[in-house]
Nanobody, 120 residues
Framework: QVQLVESGGGLVQAGGSLRLSCAAS????????MGWYRQAPGKQRELVAI???????NYGDSMKGRFTISRGSAKNTVSLQMNSLKPEDTDVYHC??????????????WGQGTQVTVSS
């Protein structure tokens, strides 16, 4: 079993910045990809940013140029730096990871989510 623990988030004014962090722990052989999605109640899940094991990154269209995903200093951690935040960025942000096992199987895990609120 793998646990994803998120930190960061909170309330910020429009134009401000926040930093989210996510740490994966448990029975991990390797992590294929790790990143963030956001989903407000009643809305579709949306990609925020994701980083693969080779360092490749992918961002949601509205996040490009404002958000930056990076590996954390500790193993199996990622951080998301969010700048120039807008009220429409208000959402619950979930950490996600695709974990690979020595058997060759893979599994996707999700964190409980952290609230980001941007006031106008």
């Amino acid at each position: 079993q793998v646990q994803l623990v998120e930190s960061g988030g909170g309330l910020v004014q429009a134009g401000g910045s926040l930093r989210l962090s996510c740490a994966a722990s448990g029975s991990i052989f390797s992590i294929n990809a790790m990143g963030w999605y956001r989903q407000a109640p009643g809305k579709q899940r949306e990609l925020v940013a994701i980083m693969t094991s080779d360092g490749s990154t992918n961002y949601g269209d509205s996040m490009k140029g404002r958000f930056t995903i990076s590996r954390g200093s500790a193993k199996n951690t990622v951080s998301l730096q969010m700048n120039s935040l807008k009220p429409e960025d208000t959402d619950v942000y979930h950490c996600a990871a695709q974990v690979a096992y020595s058997s060759g199987s893979i599994a996707n895990y999700w964190g409980q989510g952290t609230q980001v609120t941007v006031s106008s």
